[in-house]
């Protein structure tokens, strides 16, 4: 078993910033690729992007790239989401999900999920 919290949401302005951190803990943080998912009110849970098991590469849905980062932190067995430019069309609940390294990609099924954390960004 993975757990996984979520923390670092809150309320921000159109324009402004935010950094979500996961916490991993259970198994090696190290066998699991990470991704970052979003589900604003009455839509469905949407990619946002994810970071290979061997912090190699990344890959982030359009309507994000160029505006957010993920990384990871072995030592901390963190995943981060740093969030920048931020529009209310990004106001959703965030979660992180872990992905077995031995699954091919990073889309598809995740193993693990957290309880999510809520952004708002106000207009």
């Known amino acids: 078993q993975v757990q996984l919290v979520e923390s670092g949401g809150g309320l921000v302005q159109a324009g402004g910033s935010l950094r979500l951190s996961c916490a991993a803990s259970?198994?090696?943080?190290?066998?699991?690729?990470m991704g970052w998912f979003r589900q604003a009110p009455g839509k469905e849970r949407e990619f946002v992007g994810a970071?290979?098991?061997?912090?190699?590469?990344?890959y982030y849905a359009d309507s994000v790239k160029g505006r957010f980062t993920i990384s990871r932190d072995g030592a901390r067995n963190t995943v981060y989401l740093q969030m920048n430019s931020l529009k209310p069309e990004d106001t959703a609940v965030y979660y992180c999900?872990?992905?077995?390294?031995?699954?091919?990609?990073?889309?598809?099924?995740?193993?693990?999920w957290g309880q999510g954390t809520q952004v708002t960004v106000s207009s």
């Open positions: 999900a872990a992905r077995s390294r031995f699954r091919n990609g990073l889309m598809g099924e995740y193993d693990y």
């Open positions: 259970g198994r090696t943080f190290s066998n699991y690729a």
């Open positions: 970071i290979s098991w061997s912090d190699a590469y990344t």
